[in-house]
């Protein structure tokens, strides 16, 4: 004997396999399953949006880096690569190549003082060739401030108005250098 999920009275199970008693109880049994999919499926919506929500600030991240390196781009464009002194006149790809990777440091993430123009071999091929990037970046900003860089391992934590906020600033810093 088994118990119907629907009605709770005992049925002979031992010719059929399924839950219910009768073609009633299993039309209900089926109508309760679609509800409880249904449910689920609005519950797995809600937790998708959730997450596009907290994707909402790593798309933000890109696209703030993006518009930090063309900053960076758009300022050093008369200038060599700041690791090999290449002058860009000979077809390498010129990249916003960061001193303090941005993978660890998030501090320096947008930070110009960390951020140089730099040929593809160096920025990709050369790991961004640390060690003539820093002889020219202290030429370029200083002593001072490359210890600072080396020195500060801070671990920031961008949020969207922070992320916003410098996508605005470097857009208006691009707009001012376009003009």
Request: glycine share 4%.
């Amino acid at each position: 004997m088994a118990k119907c999920k629907i009605c709770k009275s005992e049925y002979d199970k031992r010719n059929i396999s399924h839950l219910v008693c009768s073609y009633e109880c299993s039309i209900e049994y089926a109508k309760k399953s679609s509800l409880k999919k249904e449910k689920a499926t609005k519950q797995k919506a809600r937790k998708a949006l959730k997450s596009f929500n907290n994707s909402d600030v790593n798309v933000l991240k890109r696209k703030a880096q993006e518009i930090c390196n063309k900053y960076i781009r758009l300022r050093d464009k008369n200038l060599p690569c700041i690791s090999c002194n290449h002058d860009f006149n000979q077809g390498r790809q010129a990249h916003a190549g960061h001193y303090r990777p941005q993978g660890g440091n998030s501090l320096w993430r947008y930070d110009e003082r960390n951020i140089h123009k730099q040929c593809s071999i160096c920025n990709n091929h050369l790991s961004g060739n640390l060690v003539p990037y820093r002889e020219n970046l202290i030429s370029k900003v200083g002593i001072e401030i490359v210890e600072e860089l080396e020195n500060t391992n801070t671990i920031k934590k961008w949020t969207k108005p922070e992320l916003e906020n410098i996508i605005e600033y470097y857009k208006n810093k691009i707009k001012v250098l376009q003009n």
